[in-house]
């Protein structure tokens, strides 16, 4: 019978803790798998890392995980951008590390600059490390594209360095090299990926994410300018619009594998409650509301109906979109940055969440949504988990 269900992974804390393979992914995997290794029900990789091509992550899971996974498959925090086309004719500063150029030119960008041609092209903006300011005044810049745009792919290695010309360039209206006239505001369009403000590898602690680096920035703009940083798009987990593009790709793997039935339900598993979770709940909470509204209206919604963001950028082929997806349970793993030292609670209603508020500036803290459908011990638990619900082996 085919699956009228599908999975959405998070990465990191869940399959993996930086490079070693966490080992109950194997065995969730076998299960998922058939006797050929061949995934029986759809699964997409839902990541918020983004300093790499989707070839070279979905690599590197069939290394860990034991089978073959495409491309198609994997959604990094930057992989939406191919669906913001008003900004791919545009010259885009791009920040972050690996390769932000190659990256920016496969989701559809035509025109981009790395911070690391910014620099160059301006060597007296970058001053923090006195071994790299210039040793004699360098001639005027010149030929140098206006900049019309920001893009944060994650956190980059030199912070002061992405700090400084990122300011410079929403300051000079994209002409670091001019002399400051009045601050503009609104400023130029900023497209952030990645709003995680921590993440787990292999050491005992979280690791600062591109949320702290987000946070950094819009810190320091607001305390030069005495204004907030805008964004044009936040998009990784939590946004609407990455579950949205996850949907899309999971309805399409049923698709090519045949599977007639529609996709009713997905499961959300992923070890951080501000981002995996919150993403996950919120993604649950339009799919009734606009199913809710199917309803009432008896009539099909509309497959743009979603969050602004999503409204404005999603440019689907209508035809592929047939509603069909019901709800989002979100499942909690603790091998990440969610540890519980208690036994895993029967009614997960009395699990205390943390007070701390992790997430970003822009998404309003809710504490219904931080707190998971189901909480379990590790992945192969959680595909147990939802095998039972659907009377699925």
Same mark, same amino acid.
């Given at each position: 019978?085919?699956?009228?269900?599908?999975?959405?992974?998070?990465?990191?804390?869940?399959?993996?803790?930086?490079?070693?393979?966490?080992?109950?992914?194997?065995?969730?995997?076998?299960?998922?798998?058939?006797?050929?290794?061949?995934?029986?029900?759809?699964?997409?990789?839902?990541?918020?890392?983004?300093?790499?091509?989707?070839?070279?992550?979905?690599?590197?899971?069939?290394?860990?995980?034991?089978?073959?996974?495409?491309?198609?498959?994997?959604?990094?925090?930057?992989?939406?951008?191919?669906?913001?086309?008003?900004?791919?004719?545009?010259?885009?500063?791009?920040?972050?590390?690996?390769?932000?150029?190659? !990256?920016?030119?496969?989701?559809?960008?035509?025109?981009?600059?790395?911070?690391?041609?910014?620099?160059?092209?301006?060597?007296?903006?970058?001053?923090?490390?006195?071994?790299?300011?210039?040793?004699?005044?360098?001639?005027?810049?010149?030929?140098?594209?206006?900049?019309?745009?920001?893009?944060?792919?994650?956190?980059?290695?030199?912070?002061?360095?992405?700090?400084?010309?990122?300011?410079?360039?929403?300051?000079?209206?994209? !002409?670091?090299?001019?002399?400051?006239?009045?601050?503009?505001?609104?400023?130029?369009?900023?497209?952030?990926?990645?709003?995680?403000?921590?993440?787990?590898?292999?050491?005992?602690?979280?690791?600062?994410?591109?949320?702290?680096?987000?946070?950094?920035?819009?810190?320091?703009?607001?305390?030069?300018?005495?204004?907030?940083?805008?964004?044009?798009?936040?998009?990784?987990?939590?946004?609407?619009?990455?579950?949205?593009?996850?949907?899309?790709?999971?309805?399409?793997?049923?698709?090519?594998?045949?599977?007639?039935?529609?996709?009713?339900?997905?499961?959300?598993?992923?070890?951080?409650?501000?981002?995996?979770?919150?993403?996950?709940?919120?993604?649950?909470?339009?799919?009734?509301?606009?199913?809710? !509204?199917?309803?009432?209206?008896?009539?099909?919604?509309?497959?743009?109906?979603?969050?602004?963001?999503?409204?404005?950028?999603?440019?689907?082929?209508?035809?592929?979109?047939?509603?069909?997806?019901?709800?989002?349970?979100?499942?909690?793993?603790?091998?990440?940055?969610?540890?519980?030292?208690?036994?895993?609670?029967?009614?997960?209603?009395?699990?205390?969440?943390?007070?701390?508020?992790?997430?970003?500036?822009?998404?309003?803290?809710?504490?219904?949504?931080?707190?998971?459908?189901?909480?379990?011990?590790?992945?192969?638990?959680?595909?147990?988990?939802?095998?039972?619900?659907?009377?699925?082996?």
């Amino acid at each position: 019978q085919p699956p009228a269900f599908g999975f959405l992974f998070d990465v990191d804390g869940v399959l993996v803790r930086g490079s070693q393979v966490v080992p109950a992914a194997r065995q969730a995997f076998q299960r998922l798998a058939d006797s050929r290794g061949r995934l029986r029900v759809p699964v997409v990789f839902l990541t918020n890392a983004g300093n790499c091509l989707r070839s070279a992550k979905a690599r590197e899971l069939s290394q860990a995980l034991g089978l073959q996974v495409s491309p198609e498959q994997v959604i990094l925090s930057h992989s939406p951008l191919r669906l913001f086309s008003q900004f791919h004719q545009k010259c885009m500063l791009v920040a972050g590390q690996g390769p932000v150029e190659e !990256n920016a030119q496969k989701l559809g960008f035509k025109h981009v600059v790395t911070i690391e041609a910014l620099r160059k092209a301006y060597p007296l903006l970058d001053m923090v490390d006195q071994s790299r300011r210039p040793k004699e005044l360098p001639p005027p810049t010149t030929g140098f594209p206006t900049v019309e745009g920001v893009i944060l792919f994650g956190e980059p290695v030199r912070w002061e360095t992405s700090l400084q010309l990122i300011i410079d360039i929403l300051l000079s209206n994209g !002409n670091p090299g001019a002399e400051l006239q009045d601050i503009p505001y609104p400023h130029l369009p900023v497209l952030a990926c990645n709003m995680d403000l921590l993440w787990m590898a292999e050491a005992k602690m979280p690791r600062f994410g591109h949320g702290t680096f987000l946070l950094c920035l819009e810190s320091i703009y607001k305390k030069v300018t005495g204004r907030e940083l805008k964004y044009e798009a936040l998009i990784g987990k939590p946004s609407s619009v990455t579950y949205r593009y996850a949907e899309y790709l999971i309805k399409q793997q049923a698709e090519e594998q045949g599977w007639k039935s529609p996709i009713r339900r997905l499961y959300a598993v992923g070890d951080n409650p501000m981002s995996d979770i919150y993403g996950a709940n919120l993604y649950n909470n339009y799919l009734k509301s606009a199913h809710q !509204n199917q309803i009432q209206a008896g009539v099909k919604r509309s497959p743009q109906a979603a969050s602004p963001q999503t409204e404005d950028h999603f440019e689907l082929r209508k035809g592929s979109v047939d509603n069909s997806v019901e709800s989002c349970k979100s499942i909690l793993v603790c091998t990440g940055v969610y540890r519980r030292n208690a036994d895993i609670p029967s009614n997960t209603e009395e699990c205390t969440m943390e007070t701390v508020f992790h997430g970003h500036r822009d998404f309003c803290f809710d504490p219904s949504l931080v707190e998971a459908s189901y909480i379990v011990q590790d992945v192969n638990d959680a595909v147990q988990l939802a095998f039972k619900k659907e009377n699925w082996s």
